[in-house]
């Protein structure tokens, strides 16, 4: 008998006692079956790929969220330059006499997104009512459209990372064609230990993946998930396997270290603007450490 109320309160709830609760007292007792560690295993990696499957669902949500807004931002723009000019052609028309009456002179220049087709340059008849601009509204404009990148900056990062992306891929398949020949020169009961990938997948992390990169970013994140924790030699292997991949994949130069310490590859245009993509090497056994 224990003293301990706590400890006998949990020893009554516990899965010991009831089964032997059961087995003496009461046959009809229902006791929830312990799982297997095989089955426990399948459950995991069951929840694993629904979670890894829900974050990229999450990322294209928010990836798509994010070109609904910039596309919405850019259509308000130009709406807000037709609106300048009609009331800049008002004006002109409502000028007194002894001012120029001539023949309008060409128009401003177009809005962010240029004019529409079909939507003349001297718009006519009344427009739509619209809540007129505050300062802060002018101001937060001007604010974003100074720290948003500029197209040659959006274009030259996809392109990298969209190049780095294919030949780590390719680096990967490489790495496993080369894993399965070596099978072949070992015992059956070793084949299993090399099966696997070494390289799992590529991930977008830290604002390329949330979308929020400012002007002036030249430097962007991509993680490499490893089978296994990652060592100095896969570091150097990939590193080595890499420009030659990029080569398949472009012909432009790309310039390539490896930084051991911080388990990553540093790949950078050599074209402007030049970028710079950080590859940090992980696995999920990190988790375990």
């Not at 037709?82 to 220049?109: A, I, L, N, T, V």
């Not at 079909?118 to 009344?126: A, C, H, R, S």
């Not at 030949?167 to 020169?185: I, P, R, Y």
Request: with cysteine.
């Amino acid at each position: 008998r224990s003293s301990d109320l706590n400890a006998k309160e949990m020893h009554l709830k516990g899965r010991r006692h009831r089964l032997q609760y059961k087995k003496k007292v009461n046959p009809e007792l229902q006791v929830e079956v312990k799982p297997s560690i095989r089955a426990r295993k399948i459950q995991e990696e069951k929840m694993r790929k629904q979670m890894q499957k829900e974050e990229y669902w999450r990322r294209r949500e928010e990836e798509e969220r994010w070109r609904m807004e910039m596309r919405r931002y850019e259509e308000d723009m130009y709406w807000r330059r037709m609106e300048e000019e009609q009331h800049h052609w008002d004006d002109r028309r409502r000028m007194p006499d002894g001012f120029h009456h001539g023949p309008p002179g060409p128009p401003g220049p177009p809005g962010l997104l240029g004019v529409r087709p079909g939507m003349p340059l001297q718009p006519q008849g009344p427009v739509p009512p619209r809540r007129p601009d505050s300062s802060d509204d002018r101001y937060v404009m001007t604010k974003h459209a100074a720290i948003y990148p500029t197209e040659e900056e959006l274009q030259a990062v996809q392109k990298i990372v969209s190049i780095t992306e294919r030949a780590l891929k390719l680096v990967s398949d490489s790495m496993t064609e080369q894993d399965k020949n070596k099978s072949k020169e070992v015992d059956d009961d070793k084949k299993e230990l090399i099966k696997d990938r070494a390289l799992k997948g590529v991930l977008r992390v830290g604002v390329l993946a949330k979308g929020l990169l400012l002007r002036g970013d030249r430097n962007v994140n991509l993680v490499l998930l490893c089978a296994e924790k990652p060592t100095k030699e896969l570091l150097c292997n990939i590193a080595e396997y890499l420009p030659k991949h990029l080569a398949v994949i472009s012909p432009e130069k790309y310039e390539i270290k490896c930084d051991v310490p911080e388990a990553a590859i540093l790949l950078s245009s050599c074209v402007e603007p030049k970028m710079q993509v950080t590859i940090t090497l992980t696995s999920p056994d990190r988790k375990s450490t």
